[in-house]
């Protein structure tokens, strides 16, 4: 059974248009590559391509705290503490 959230429409519509930039970004990497772009170029927007993914973690972690997290603890849910502990693991790495 897969797991579902349901997220506020607003930030829904962040995370969304957060996802489209970073799709550009990556469509631009490729081209940077396929143009023989300098390699300190792409590293710098391999950085910022992976600095917005994280602003994209930051928000549905936020979510996920706020609302799954709660609301799973007040239904007596414990193993979802277990499992958030691994998704820190995850994101760390």
Not at 12 to 40: F, H, P, T
Request: net charge neutral.
């Amino acid at each position: 059974m897969n797991k579902t959230t349901n997220r506020e429409e607003e930030l829904k519509k962040k995370i969304v248009n957060r996802l489209n930039k970073i799709e550009g970004q990556i469509r631009g990497l490729k081209n940077m590559i396929v143009e023989d772009s300098y390699c300190d170029d792409i590293l710098t927007q391999i950085s910022a391509s992976k600095g917005a993914l994280n602003g994209v973690s930051k928000l549905v972690l936020e979510n996920h705290l706020k609302n799954c997290l709660v609301r799973d603890i007040r239904d007596d849910k414990e193993e979802t503490i277990d499992e958030l502990l691994i998704t820190i693991e995850r994101i760390l790495k």
